[in-house]
């Protein structure tokens, strides 16, 4: 069976304890490659050669870094079919939504930031009246962490990668041990690419062993990290003594607020999309829609129309809108809380069941499933679900609307869709969210600021805001 290595210090490396873990293909429910359940002791070779590497990668002229970060987006974006189809069997994820969003933004991800760090600069302030002049250094921390989830495997591995590299940081970079292919793959291209030896490595393995000796790690200075909520709170609790630098960008709840005087059309098209994509498995999906009660009707009959109308089936399959779920565990959790829809208040329109999708009976399929509910404080509105499952409740008010989306523990994202820029102004203004979209969704711009408030995390990443995070300003005063 085909067997993932870790990658140090420009090299693919079985774990020194030669221990393996299972990793499954979700449309067929079979284990087809097996990855390293790598201990502490791959951990600190990957530092040790990341370590090594810094002085030489930190002094690169700018030019050059940018030049190595560029070549590697070229070679993702050579490699599309080959990536993307790797994606798609890891995740389960249609190869349509890998072809088309995954891989090019993983692609994008290494260019913006090839590009971004050569227009980087910093603050100058001038004493006046002291003959001083202030200025500010931004000086790349050292070797840093980056862990990231099974969601959109190589586009947020990238996302955080990118960045780190681009500021002249050394990377211990672990992926989630769900999706751990196309982060594999993503060694040879960095070779191929010139990235000097230890500048990035990839160690693959359990977040309770392999990443808690990444964020226990004294020499480590800075961890991105995208996940649950939970392990966000657990990586505080272990880097804060540290004082280590962290950005956590965590689970999301995110309300779609839709008034009567929307666009009706693009808001439902959209509304599939923001409440289904990725199987639902992405921490912006919109999953509680409030919608106001007098299209409350009409937006009920149209949107389970169109929701039945999605095709579920295997993600290689050119026709599939919704592909497998990413695991069984994940499966079993998504489908626990359908079942616990009438016990919560909530009634199932459509969907709630398994899918048996004909030669892959094995794979974990769900239905896209819509439960309406009548009390905003049920377990179905507030606690992240992170499966193809979307709640609907009418409100009255433009005040209901903003008590509603603010009435979970989240913060991420938030949709609005209105024609009228004052309600649109002031909801913007006071929904508790690090993202707001009016009449879209996730129409993403990678120079914003990109994250959430509340237990959706802390810090922000994106554009200069990335770069900030992946350095260390220094104040230099001097008097003249
Ligand atoms: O994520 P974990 P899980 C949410 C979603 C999902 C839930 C749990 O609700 O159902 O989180 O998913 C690594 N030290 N999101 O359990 O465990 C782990 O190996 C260091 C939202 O799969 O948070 C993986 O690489 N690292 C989210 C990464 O953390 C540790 C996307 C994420 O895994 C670790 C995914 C530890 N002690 C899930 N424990 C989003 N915001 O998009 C685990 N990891």
């Given at each position: 069976m085909k067997k993932i290595l870790n990658y140090i210090n420009g090299e693919f490396k079985a774990p020194l304890q030669d221990e393996w873990i299972?990793?499954?293909?979700?449309?067929?429910?079979?284990?087809?490659?097996?990855?390293?359940?790598?201990?502490?002791?791959?951990?600190?070779?990957?530092?040790?050669?990341?370590?090594q590497a810094f002085p030489t990668w930190s002094e690169t002229p700018l030019e050059q870094r940018s030049r190595i970060l560029a070549k590697i987006a070229s070679l993702i974006?050579?490699?599309?079919?080959?990536?993307?189809?790797?994606?798609?069997?890891?995740n389960g994820k249609p190869l349509s939504l890998a072809t088309s969003v995954d891989i090019p933004r993983a692609s994008t991800n290494f260019q913006f930031f090839a590009d971004a760090i050569t227009q980087f600069s910093s603050e100058a302030h001038e004493s006046t009246g002291?003959?001083?002049?202030?200025?500010?250094?931004?000086?790349?921390?050292?070797?840093?962490?980056?862990?990231?989830?099974?969601?959109?495997?190589?586009?947020?591995?990238s996302w955080k990668i990118a960045p780190a590299l681009a500021a002249g940081n050394t990377v211990?970079?672990?992926?989630?041990?769900?999706?751990?292919?196309?982060?594999?793959?993503?060694?040879?291209?960095?070779?191929?690419?010139?990235?000097?030896?230890?500048?990035?490595?990839?160690?693959?393995?359990?977040?309770?062993?392999?990443?808690?000796?990444?964020i226990e790690h004294s020499g480590i200075k800075a961890i991105s990290f995208t996940g649950g909520t939970t392990t966000g709170a657990h990586i505080a609790r272990v880097a804060a003594p540290m004082f280590k630098k962290l950005s956590l960008e965590l689970g999301g709840k995110n309300p779609n607020l839709i008034f009567a005087d929307c666009d009706y059309d693009t808001m439902l098209d959209v509304t599939i999309k923001s409440s289904f994509a990725n199987q639902g498995q992405i921490c912006l999906c919109n999953s509680r829609i409030y919608i106001e009660r007098p299209i409350y009707e009409k937006f009920k009959k149209d949107f389970i129309a169109k929701t039945k109308a999605l095709k579920i089936g295997s993600p290689l399959d050119n026709n599939t809108n919704i592909g497998a779920l990413v695991s069984k565990p994940h499966l079993e959790k998504v489908k626990s809380y359908i079942d616990a829809a009438e016990q919560e208040g909530g009634t199932i329109l459509c969907g709630g069941d398994y899918v048996n999708v004909k030669g892959h009976e094995n794979g974990y399929y769900l239905q896209p499933t819509i439960i309406e509910v009548n009390d905003p404080n049920c377990r179905l509105t507030q606690e992240e679900i992170f499966g193809p499952v979307v709640t609907i409740m009418p409100f009255d008010s433009d005040d209901e609307a903003l008590a509603l989306a603010n009435n979970v523990r989240y913060g991420l994202s938030c949709s609005i869709?209105?024609?009228?820029?004052?309600?649109?102004?002031h909801l913007a203004k006071y929904i508790q969210a690090g993202i707001v979209w009016v009449n879209t969704w996730m129409m993403r711009d990678l120079r914003t600021a990109f994250g959430g408030t509340k237990d959706s995390g802390v810090g922000r990443e994106g554009g200069f805001?990335?770069?900030?995070?992946?350095?260390?300003?220094?104040?230099?005063?001097i008097k003249y």
């Open positions: 299972d990793n499954y293909n979700p449309s067929i429910g079979e284990v087809y490659s097996l990855i390293p359940n790598s201990s502490t002791a791959d951990v600190q070779n990957a530092y040790e050669a990341a370590s974006t050579e490699n599309l079919e080959q990536l993307a189809k790797a994606e798609a069997i890891d002291l003959n001083a002049i202030n200025f500010t250094l931004r000086q790349p921390i050292g070797v840093v962490g980056c862990i990231s989830p099974w969601n959109l495997p190589l586009y947020l591995f211990v970079a672990k992926p989630s041990e769900v999706t751990p292919m196309t982060a594999y793959l993503l060694g040879d291209i960095c070779t191929k690419a010139g990235l000097p030896k230890g500048v990035l490595n990839i160690i693959h393995g359990l977040g309770s062993t392999a990443g808690q000796a990444i869709w209105t024609n009228n820029l004052n309600r649109s102004m805001e990335a770069l900030r995070f992946f350095t260390e300003p220094k104040n230099v005063c």
